[in-house]
């Protein structure tokens, strides 16, 4: 039995909602249920999205539980920063004074020598990535 779609919207209001949207896998998320609740089946709903209907079981759950807010796609938090605050103002400090060649071994700053920097003052590993 799948799950049902809650029982606040209907079907012209998730096309009105789809056509507001700037958002276009919003849209076509949207549309995809409208369809559902003008009585399509989950896999023609599937059809719709372009999707698996393990996805459309996905955007019932996120759509029942958050509205149609909850299909819009958000951005991963990712990995915290490793610098704090105290860091950025010390590697900015470092920056806008330039490196002491008797000191630091180069005329100006490259992105591995501050990389190198930030280990020697902190131990923070940094990787330079492609």
Known sequence: MPIPLRSDFDAPQLR?????TKN?????????????????????????????????RDWVLKFNAHGPEGLIDRKPPGQPSRLTDRHRQHLIQMIEAGPIPAVHGVVRWRLVDL???????????MVLSR
């Open 16 to 20: 009105t909602l789809a056509r507001r």
């Open 24 to 56: 276009a896998p919003q849209a076509r998320r949207l549309l995809a249920l409208a369809a559902i609740y003008e009585g399509a089946s989950r896999t023609e709903a599937a059809g719709i999205g372009g999707v698996t209907l393990q996805i459309v």
């Open 115 to 125: 990389i190198q920097w930030l280990w020697d003052e902190y131990r923070l590993p």
